[in-house]
C-alpha cells in the first residue's frame, strides 16, 4: 500500500525543539522529493520546505531558514522535519507531502499535532 | 513569494449545482497551479495539476483551467461529498503558497 506515515501528537514548551518522521511504504523512496507542509488551527496549508528522497538535497522556506532542518534515512525510506527555538505561533498540524506532477503534492501523510504551550 | 488570492472565501450551493472557484496569483505560474480539496480532520486532497490535469481516480465533474495569473475549478453536478474546503497552490516557485481556501457548503 503507497502511503506516509507520520509519528505521532507532539507537546513542546517554548523555545524546545519537536522532530516529526514521516515513513514512505509501497513505492520506490528515492525516485521522489517530499515536502512538509502545516496548518494552524482554522487557517490554510503553509508550505515549509522540500527534501529530496535521492540525495537529500533540501529546500526551505525564508521565513523557517535557521531553525528548520528536513532529513532523509534512505535505509528505512524515513524523512524527519525538525523545528527548533520553538513558540505558540508553531502550535499546527504538520503533514509530510510527496512530490507529484509539476510540484503537486499527491501523496499525504496523516498529519502530526504539535502543540506549543507553557 | 507568490501571493495567491482566492475567492469566494465561502459559498453554499445545491446538489447538481455547477461552481467556479477563482484563483489568482501575484505573478504568473504559468500552468504551474494545483487544487485539492480538505475536509475536517483530514490531510489536502490533489485534484488538478497542472492548471488542468485530473488526479488520476477522480470524478470528471471536477475540471480546472487558466493559465498565467488566473485560474478556476469547477465542479459540475455537485455531489453531497463534495462538501468540503477547496484550496489552489502554486508550485512554479518556492516557497510553493497556497491561497487561503474556499469552503463549499452543499444545501
Known amino acids: 500500500q503507497v502511503q506516509l506515515m507520520q509519528s505521532g501528537a507532539e507537546v513542546r514548551k517554548p523555545g524546545a525543539s519537536v522532530e516529526v518522521s514521516c515513513r514512505a511504504s509501497g513505492y520506490n523512496f528515492t525516485r521522489f522529493g517530499v515536502a512538509w507542509v502545516r496548518q494552524a488551527p482554522g487557517q490554510g496549508p503553509e508550505w515549509m520546505g522540500w527534501?529530496?528522497?535521492?540525495?537529500?538535497?533540501?529546500n526551505y522556506a525564508q521565513k523557517f531558514q535557521g531553525r528548520l532542518t528536513m532529513t532523509i534515512d534512505k535505509s528505512t525510506s524515513t524523512v524527519y522535519m525538525e523545528l527548533r527555538s520553538l513558540t505558540s505561533d508553531d502550535t499546527a498540524v504538520y503533514y509530510c507531502?510527496?512530490?507529484?506532477?509539476?510540484?503537486?503534492?499527491?501523496?499525504w501523510g496523516q498529519g502530526t499535532l504539535v502543540t506549543v504551550s507553557s | 513569494d507568490i501571493q495567491m488570492t482566492q475567492f469566494p472565501s465561502s459559498l453554499s450551493a445545491s446538489v447538481g449545482d455547477r461552481v467556479t472557484i477563482t484563483c489568482r496569483t501575484s505573478q504568473s505560474v504559468r500552468t504551474y497551479l494545483n487544487w485539492y480539496q480538505q475536509k475536517p480532520g483530514t490531510a489536502p486532497n490533489l485534484l488538478i495539476y497542472?492548471?488542468?490535469s485530473l488526479q488520476r481516480g477522480l470524478p470528471s465533474r471536477f475540471s480546472g483551467s487558466g493559465s498565467g495569473t488566473d485560474f478556476t475549478l469547477t465542479i459540475s453536478g455537485l455531489q453531497p461529498e463534495d462538501s468540503a474546503t477547496y484550496y489552489c497552490q502554486q508550485s512554479s516557485t518556492t516557497p510553493r503558497t497556497f491561497g487561503q481556501g474556499t469552503k463549499l457548503e452543499i444545501k
Open positions: 527534501i529530496s528522497g535521492y540525495n537529500g538535497n533540501t
Open positions: 507531502a510527496r512530490d507529484g506532477s509539476r510540484g503537486s503534492s499527491d501523496l
Open positions: 497542472d492548471a488542468s
